[in-house]
């Protein structure tokens, strides 16, 4: 006879049995956002089945919570979020505050088991790079946390405060400088979910004349095997492309990656410009033109945003800071072919 002790009934357990989404139970239990009365319905069955004991959106969002500064990011390795989570640190320490880290990788059901960590432990503010849409994020803000966005804000949730680079100035001067040196197939990896930097993309290419082909977009999660197969795929099915713009240093990592084992050349064979300047990629060779984010002051200014927000009501806004187009030696002026092409 086992002697372990049954495992706790969670708030995945109640949505997976309702057939709904964890931020649909989490409104049906907080009482707050809405819900027909059919889902409500099988939630509570759900709920009732499952002997299922809410003890975080339950209690804890109604209790005085205790302080501190969670953080939520797709990929701590990622050096990006790297720095930003230092940026953030920075600023809750001037403060006096602690921080609590968590990865969702890319994950709006992660995300959501995230928040739903935090508020158990009673984090009043939270800082994150939001996975996906804002759906997950309506019953906390709708209870009263103070959340800021860095780095991308969730489509759904407009109101909430946001520190942005200004990727749509940044985009533009990397496409202006591609589109200059006669590239016409222009290929985006995506970071999954960054659908804002994809319109601003495909926009753009528009703009500037230039043919907005929705095949010449992949999207990749938060992980090396998934951006080296959306980067490979990319190469492989679409032979015509002459020029990859990475959102991201993974991303780039996986590009440069991907090219290598193809036995395509950059920039002979194909162009490439990266989001997110690092160290490496001025010592890659070639040396790779980037667009630099400034992340570690992203995150410090989200630092100051959620502590500020916290102490004081004010209408939400949106921080944007600068970004730069560093030119070295990953672009060349397009070539008439190149290998399958």
């Not at 372990?4 to 949505?15: G, L």
């Not at 935090?118 to 803000?141: K, M, N, T, Y």
């Not at 630099?292 to 410090?300: I, K, V």
């Not at 949106?318 to 970004?323: A, G, K």
Request: charged share 25%; net charge neutral.
């Amino acid at each position: 006879m086992s002697t372990n002790s049954p495992r706790r009934v969670t708030i995945r357990d109640v949505a997976e049995a309702a057939g709904v989404g964890v931020a649909t139970v989490s409104r049906v239990l907080s009482g707050t956002g809405s819900a027909s009365p059919e889902t409500r319905e099988r939630v509570l069955a759900a709920v009732a089945a499952l002997d299922y004991r809410p003890s975080a959106l339950g209690r804890n969002l109604r209790r005085q919570r205790s302080g501190g500064i969670g953080l939520l990011v797709p990929d701590i390795t990622d050096l990006f979020y790297a720095r930003l989570a230092d940026g953030v640190m920075a600023g809750a320490r001037e403060a006096g505050e602690p921080v609590i880290i968590g990865v969702t990788g890319d994950d709006p059901e992660r995300e959501a088991d995230r928040i739903g960590a935090l508020v158990e432990q009673s984090v009043e503010r939270v800082i994150a790079v939001p996975a996906g849409d804002g759906e997950s994020w309506a019953p906390a803000i709708r209870a009263g946390l103070t959340v800021v966005f860095a780095g991308r804000r969730g489509p759904d949730e407009p109101a909430v405060p946001a520190v942005l680079a200004d990727d749509r100035t940044g985009m533009r001067t990397a496409l202006e400088y591609l589109a200059g040196l006669g590239h016409r197939r222009i290929a985006f990896l995506a970071r999954y979910g960054d659908r804002r930097r994809v319109r601003t993309f495909l926009d753009t290419l528009a703009a500037l004349g230039v043919t907005a082909d929705e095949d010449l977009v992949a999207y990749a999660r938060a992980s090396r095997d998934s951006a080296y197969a959306a980067a490979a795929g990319l190469f492989q099915h679409r032979p015509d492309l002459t020029a990859l713009l990475a959102g991201g240093n993974l991303l780039g990592e996986a590009a440069v990656l991907a090219a290598r084992e193809l036995d395509l050349r950059i920039p002979r064979d194909v162009s490439l410009i990266m989001f997110d300047d690092v160290p490496w990629a001025e010592l890659c060779s070639p040396p790779l033109t980037v667009i630099a984010e400034p992340a570690r002051d992203m995150g410090y200014r989200a630092a100051e945003l959620v502590l500020r927000e916290g102490r004081r009501a004010r209408e939400p806004r949106v921080v944007t800071l600068p970004t730069e187009l560093i030119v070295r030696a990953s672009c060349a002026p397009r070539r008439r072919t190149r290998p399958g092409g």
